[in-house]
């Protein structure tokens, strides 16, 4: 059959182009096969990296219709199933050509293109420096041969040891997109692998610097992709949820923003349904009142959300909040080990007899100021920015910018 390739070609600092290729293939060749006959009789010229052609060594990494994916674990028939289209480029193609089906070829994204389909990936092995990837020992005796592990702890580092570094989790990741200080999922996943291994002695210093605000797990916008393109079933999303389970399970590590954001959500939903938006920031960003500048640091969007109407200042909790609340409860229940201990004792009431544990809540500030935040439901805070704008108006200074709010 013949396939029309269309391969995103770039040299360093020039603007991309796409450049098309007619190739006669099998449908059961690979994706790489196919970038192989392009370059050995059509174009010396195309660069891409490859080695093991077998899914092992993670070189051939590369954007595989719109998704990155390795070159050689996926055959043209199955990524023309998964993704086929007719050429839309008839500027590209002949006429004849316009019914052969289509495969697009690009550079892994979040990284730099070096030449045509080969990327620069020194960040990506900066990132994984960062959390440290090897099993620390230092302060342990070492025996006189092997340290000795049990098959079930051995097991619990299977999936997080597949990994082969072939940097598509990192190239799809939509956080790196935004925030390029994120370490990037292949990084965390290697740091639940650590947390998991017996023998490392830096649990303690390893989960706290993967709670760096927004370096570590709370720079994960969840978006799935990491888990959806891991050729090797690594899953990263799932190990930074791991991760974040063993932070938050952590009394000695201080409620950070990020963690507060994580318990307020939940806390909220399960009283009303769905979030109380007044008192979310206050309580998230504000630190129940604690973080002053945190709290002043909400006023231009109030005032923002003011001025266009959309200030709340009541709130209705939400049709079904009481299912909602039974289904948090729930899930809290399961996860809980008393709760689930408890339920599967031959002694133990009925498992809907068993009163829902609490769910976790931030740790109460100081003064009681919670209580009275969400009894004034977010006024304190118009009032101090009304005060500020009243202050304004009658200094004639510019009194937003003196404190550091415009
Ligand atoms: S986690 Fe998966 S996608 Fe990411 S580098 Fe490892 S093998 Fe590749
Ligand atoms: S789930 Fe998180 S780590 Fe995975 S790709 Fe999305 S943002 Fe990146
Ligand atoms: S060439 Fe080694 S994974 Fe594809």
């Known amino acids: 059959m013949q396939v029309l390739f269309k391969i995103t070609r770039q040299q360093q600092n020039c603007d991309a182009r796409v450049q098309t290729y007619v190739v006669d293939v099998e449908p059961s060749q690979t994706i790489l096969d196919c970038l192989n006959l392009i370059k050995w009789e059509q174009d010396g010229s195309l660069a891409f990296r490859k080695n093991c052609r077998n899914t092992i060594c993670g070189s051939c990494s590369m954007r595989i219709n719109h998704r990155a994916a390795l070159a050689c674990q996926h055959n043209v028939q199955a990524e023309l199933d998964r993704f086929s289209h007719p050429s839309l480029d008839l500027e590209a193609v002949s006429e004849e050509q316009e019914a052969i089906p289509v495969i697009e070829i690009a550079p892994m994204g979040n990284m730099p293109v070096i030449k045509d389909l080969v990327v620069q990936m020194d960040q990506f092995w900066q990132n994984l420096d960062q959390v440290e990837p090897y099993v620390s020992s230092a302060s342990r005796q070492l025996p006189e041969r092997e340290f000795l592990q049990s098959p079930e702890d051995r097991s619990k580092l299977d999936q997080t040891g597949n990994c082969i570094l072939c940097g598509a989790c990192y190239s799809d990741c939509n956080a790196l997109d935004t925030n390029e200080d994120f370490v990037g999922p292949h990084a965390l996943a290697k740091g639940y692998r650590l947390l998991a291994d017996t023998r490392d002695q830096d649990t303690a210093q390893r989960l706290e610097t993967y709670n760096q605000n927004l370096t570590g797990v709370w720079g994960c916008t969840r978006c799935f992709n990491c888990n959806m393109v891991c050729p090797m079933g690594v899953a990263p999303l799932d190990q930074i949820s791991q991760i974040k389970t063993e932070i938050l399970g952590q009394s000695a590590i201080a409620p950070s923003r990020s963690i507060r954001h994580r318990q307020v959500l939940v806390e909220l939903v399960q009283k009303g349904g769905w979030i109380d938006e007044r008192q979310f920031g206050l309580r998230v960003v504000g630190n129940n009142f604690k973080d002053i500048p945190g709290v002043l640091s909400l006023i231009p969007l109030a005032w923002r959300l003011l001025s266009k109407g959309k200030l709340p200042t009541t709130f209705e909790a939400s049709e079904g909040a009481t299912e909602v609340r039974a289904l948090i409860n729930s899930v809290k229940m399961l996860k809980s080990p008393s709760a689930v201990s408890m339920s599967s004792s031959p002694n133990a009431p009925e498992a809907d007899q068993v009163s829902p544990p609490e769910l976790e809540s931030p740790s109460e500030p100081a ?31 510019d009194f937003f910018t003196w404190v550091g709010l415009r």
Do not use: C
């Open 367 to 397: 003064f009681g100021w919670t209580e009275y935040a969400e009894r004034i439901n977010g006024r304190f805070a118009m009032l101090g920015f009304m005060m500020l704008l009243l202050l304004e108006l009658i200094s004639r200074q």
